[in-house]
Antibody, heavy 121, light 107 residues
Framework: EVQLVESGGGLVQPGRSMKLSCAASGFTFSNYGMAWVRQAPTKGLEWVATISYDGSSTYYRDSVKGRFTISRDNAKSTLYLQMNSLRSEDTATYYC??????????????WGQGASVTVSS | DIQMTQSPASLSASLGETVTIECRASEDIYNGLAWYQQKPGKSPQLLIYNANSLHTGVPSRFSGSGSGTQYSLKINSLQSEDVASYFCQQYYDYPWTFGGGTKLELK
């Protein structure tokens, strides 16, 4: 069974940093691209960042570019999101997702339970 | 960025009814579209990918269709467990973008 378990969320002051982790199990982690998606309270979904299966390629939404870094440790089957210079608008539940290749496209076919991040003084 | 406009924002339907949710992209996304279901307090779950392919384990009463800029999700014979929010998402181009969501309730 595919499992994605996020950790590292909590309350953080504006301007500070936080690092999220996502422990993967039930599949060969090093074969899959991975992504982070966030959802602000009572709001919709927002893609944050993607990393290729080997970490050689990364993609970010503009609002987090230069502040967030997505990375992975395939030996530990773990995905990370380093978040610096946090702002109140980064407050959200952050989901770790697996990307599966389906006929020309990468689809987010598995999601973790989410980690809550609150940016407030 | 590709804008995804989803309608309606909310929907009330009876058990056994057929419901349709629409999603319009601001440009052609060449069937690079998924539909997700999210129940309260839970993470999203993939229903449909590549516009019309049913994800493993998803009941056959769910179906997706469309092409170009216009896509739809249909739920046949609505069940109580289908009460949830539904989101479309394009993955044709970065940044991946989502529709605003449709909250489906029972009448």
């Amino acid at each position: 069974e595919v499992q994605l378990v996020e950790s590292g969320g909590g309350l953080v002051q504006p301007g500070r940093s936080m690092k999220l982790s996502c422990a993967a199990s039930g599949f060969t982690f090093s074969n899959y691209g991975m992504a982070w998606v966030r959802q602000a309270p009572t709001k919709g979904l927002e893609w944050v960042a993607t990393i290729s299966y080997d970490g050689s390629s990364t993609y970010y939404r503009d609002s987090v570019k230069g502040r967030f870094t997505i990375s992975r440790d395939n030996a530990k089957s773990t995905l990370y999101l380093q978040m610096n210079s946090l702002r109140s608008e980064d407050t959200a539940t952050y989901y770790c997702t697996r990307e599966r290749y389906y006929r020309g496209y990468y689809v987010m076919d598995a999601w973790g339970q989410g980690a809550s991040v609150t940016v407030s003084s | 960025d590709i804008q995804m406009t989803q309608s309606p924002a909310s929907l009330s339907a009876s058990l056994g009814e057929t419901v349709t949710i629409e999603c319009r992209a601001s440009e052609d996304i060449y069937n690079g579209l998924a539909w997700y279901q999210q129940k309260p307090g839970k993470s999203p779950q993939l229903l449909i990918y590549n516009a019309n392919s049913l994800h493993t384990g998803v009941p056959s009463r769910f179906s997706g269709s469309g092409s170009g800029t216009q896509y739809s999700l249909k739920i046949n014979s609505l069940q109580s467990e289908d009460v949830a929010s539904y989101f479309c998402q394009q993955y044709y181009d970065y940044p991946w973008t989502f529709g605003g969501g449709t909250k489906l309730e029972l009448k």
